[in-house]
């Protein structure tokens, strides 16, 4: 068996990693006996000299982030393993053989025990997003391993980490495809037709966590007037459209997103008389609203706090998007407002959404609460992965 660096922690610290937590911090650290450089595999041991889990070394305050709790030999068979096992949980919720919907999430770091990993599946084409050097290293191991698992559904595998890779690392690489290639293709979700470019759209191509609440927006659509605010490529516009709304305007600030969102428009066969796709600041565009102009407000922002030290200002951009919205919105109307920012939780978002609706005067309901999908997992021994926050509020 392979002899890994270890990392030896300090007494007590290794009570997170019993319980299963995916990450250790470099306070936690006593010595590291070898010279593991950023990527390799570490193991993790106790002061007491116990093996305590695996994972991959990485720069700065997060010293590791750790993929399995069991000693083994990790080589592309353990790969395949891991790959195997997400690909069987998609499969257990009906996602990997859904007629209707053929785009979900295949691996979602840290709640698939794949910290630093994302793989999103649109039709038979496999975006793979490292956000570590670690994962980044064995992109072509994951790859193959994803074209074999799928048993022919999934013939090209293309990498989008290079974005990712430099925000966390300070390293240049380039995107490419490992296996096949494909760069533009059209997804079904629920139904509802999207047309994807993986290569130059945001994230990996898609809003995948959001396809849940897309259809929920449905429920509350018919024979409304509906505005999709950071509307991104219309996902939320399409479902109202669909339902029946009288009206549904899509803005966002992004031509790119906005020209793609009136296509998904017509893709799916919408009258053109019934929808608008603008380009506009959200903020501007609130402003300049009428009061009752929306029966329905979807409020999907960018994640405004990237780490704890913007958390307080991203606090406040919620409570003043949430308050603009609030005001302007019909009496008896139904707003959709999201974080998608891990570090505000779930109550620090319900607090700041509390107060915009003290700003703005109005009388609100929290009907749901709302979350990410199942192919969006949350680990429970790493609950920071539950990062889509969402509320539907009845306005009086």
């Avoid at 994807?196 to 409304?224: H, P």
């Avoid at 803005?251 to 066969?269: Q, Y």
């Avoid at 929306?294 to 706090?305: C, G, K, N, Q, W």
């Amino acid at each position: 068996m392979t002899t890994y660096p270890q990392i030896i922690l300090k007494p007590g610290k290794e009570v997170p990693v019993l319980r299963f937590h995916p990450w250790i911090f470099s306070g936690a650290i006593e010595k590291t006996i070898g010279k593991p450089a950023e990527g390799d595999i570490v193991e993790c041991i106790s002061s007491a000299g116990n093996y305590l889990a695996t994972g991959h070394c990485m720069p700065g305050s997060l010293a590791v982030k750790l993929f399995t709790f069991k000693r083994q030999e990790i080589n592309d068979a353990f790969w395949y393993s891991k790959i195997k096992e997400v690909w069987q949980v998609r499969h257990s919720v009906g996602l990997t053989d859904n007629p209707g919907t053929t785009a979900y999430r295949l691996v979602h770091n840290e709640g698939d025990s794949m910290p630093g990993l994302i793989v999103d599946v649109y039709g038979n084409l496999a975006v793979l997003q490292a956000h570590s050097t670690g994962m980044h290293d064995i992109r072509q191991i994951l790859a193959d391993a994803i074209v074999s698992v799928s048993e022919g559904r999934i013939t090209s595998v293309y990498d989008k980490s290079s974005e990712s890779i430099r925000k966390m690392t300070g390293r240049t690489v380039s995107d490419g495809f490992l296996v096949g290639t494909l760069g533009e293709c059209e997804v079904l979700e629920n139904g509802h037709r999207f047309h994807v470019n993986v290569v130059t759209g945001q994230k990996t191509g898609f809003f995948l966590d959001q396809r849940e609440n897309r259809e929920l927006l449905a429920r509350y659509a018919k024979d409304k007037h509906v505005l999709n605010m950071f509307g991104y490529t219309g996902g939320f516009s399409v479902y109202g459209a669909s339902a029946g709304a009288k009206v549904v305007h899509t803005v966002d600030s992004s031509a790119p997103a906005i020209a793609i969102a009136e296509k998904n428009m017509k893709l799916n066969g919408f009258d053109a008389s019934a929808y608008d796709c603008i380009v506009a600041d959200a903020r501007k565009y609130i402003e300049t609203m009428e009061f009752g102009q929306y029966d329905v407000i979807v409020l999907d922002p960018p994640a405004y706090a990237k780490n704890v030290a913007s958390r307080s200002q991203a606090l406040k951009g919620y409570r003043t998007i949430n308050a603009m919205a609030l005001a302007k919105i019909k009496s008896g109307g139904v707003l959709f407002t999201f974080s998608c920012s891990q570090v505000v939780d779930r109550q620090m978002f319900t607090s700041a959404v509390t107060a915009a609706a003290v700003d703005a005067g109005r009388q609100v309901r929290i009907i749901q609460h709302l979350s990410q999908p199942p192919d969006h997992p949350v680990n429970i021994f790493h609950q920071e992965g539950e990062y889509l926050k969402g509320l539907v509020l009845l306005v009086d």
